[in-house]
């Protein structure tokens, strides 16, 4: 095919080429759609794939069109990139098409570049650890979550008071003045589960009590309509429930799971605070030096793969459409880092032969299994079907990518 | 006396007549039965604008109508032309 091209527009990893093939290869494109099309089409008279080309020419001239286009173009888009020596990032798109019989087609190409990310500098960066220190504070903070988690409602005899779970029927009048029979609501005194008057009103009562009283309606309430008004309600209070948050005793531990004594559920809980601070200044640090990689070494990135990248998490986060422009401008600088980020690790991954190996997961597997006191077979064949296996091998590239800039890099 | 139209009922275009009109040079059509070889000259000459030269003409029996394996008579017999044309001259329904 003789093709020619020019390269309209070249804008970080876009380009737009203008591609033209002579009239003479569209002609030829359409008699090679035919002849394929020919071999599947039964036409009367003939039987299957021996009609003369000509007469499936005539027969199915749009459809061969059509196909003789989709031909001509991925030759061009072939040609184009072998020519230009391209590594395209994305499917290519294709503008301005004129197409008119025994007229050569000409388009416009759309490419996104495969950036060449050439790492100049991936060594004497200086990156800071902060380790955070885990204090008893945090400590008993995390046991006292658990006891709150723990905790048992009592039901007691007396008046509610905040932080009491209640059950009350709720009546408000109708515009009329008569109130309807009610509703059951539980609530949680203080927690903004009713509106302020409401709550004063079920303080006053004791269990099995009941009340009428006017309440004024807060300005700031969700409807607009109900904003301001007094309006007429009663209010049963059925039963009250305190919290009772267990002691911090072996039992509590034993309850926990396999703890003996309340010193072993302290320092299990102090050992995965500790973990997870370590995890979080690891993450830290890789972030930073990223941050150093990204800095010093400049590469365009493809577009089409931040939106990718932004459509993914719009999807996830359930970004409602209306939204979604706002999202991906606010998105934006996250995503490109994000895409910089693995762009970077997969070029040093291969680069510096520094992919997961089969070996590599499967010690990894060896020891989830371990881990989990099961067999690694098992494991092996749990994760593969749940699509988990390349998630870890892209850890174990991750981890790998990272000991070696470790090595090259300054960590304090 | 039929109308052009009604002496050349169909031209015949398969497989076995593409290869002859390919190969060489003759058209096949359908004609009225009571066509006779002058009319069928001059209906293709006037319908097509060509000039013929040779026209061959033959009944063709009706083949046994295919009924659920009963024959239940046959398919109507027909007649059948076979012309050439002057050299150039081309039929374009034949071309597909």
Known sequence: MNIAFETKKSDGAERLIRVTVPAADVEAAK?????KLAGKVSIPGFRPGKAPTAMVLKRFGDSIKAE???LVVQEAYKAVLDKEQLKVAAQP???????????????ELHLEIRPDVTLARTNGFKVTRTERVVSDEQVTEQLEALREQRANWAPVEEKPLEGDLVSVMLATADDDGTIPEGKEYKIVLGAGHAIAGIEEVITELSPGGSL????KWPDDFPDETQRGKSKMVRVALTDVKRKALPDLDDAFAREMGD????????????NDLVETAKRESDADVRAKLLDGLIGANAFDVPPSWVNQLIDGYAKAYQIPDSEKERFAGQFRPTAERQVRRDLIVETLAETENLK??????DDKVTELAEKRGQNPGQVYATLQKAGRLTELERGITEDKVFK????????? | MATLHRTIVRPVVTEKTSASYQDR???VFEVASDASKPAIRQAIERLFGVKVTGVWTMNTRGKPRKNMGKTAGLRPSWKKAIVTLKEGDKIGIFEG
Do not use: C, M, Q
């Open chain 1, 31 to 35: 008699h090679e759609a035919a002849k």
């Open chain 1, 68 to 70: 003789a286009l989709d």
């Open chain 1, 93 to 107: 798109h294709i503008h301005d098409l004129k197409f008119e019989d025994g007229e050569p087609v000409s388009f």
């Open chain 1, 212 to 215: 009428e009283r006017a309440v």
């Open chain 1, 259 to 270: 703890f003996d004594t309340i010193d072993a559920l302290r320092t299990t809980v102090r």
């Open chain 1, 356 to 361: 997961a190996s089969e070996g590599d997961v």
């Open chain 1, 404 to 412: 070696w800039l470790f090595d090259r890099n300054t960590i304090e």
């Open chain 2, 25 to 27: 040079g003759e058209y």
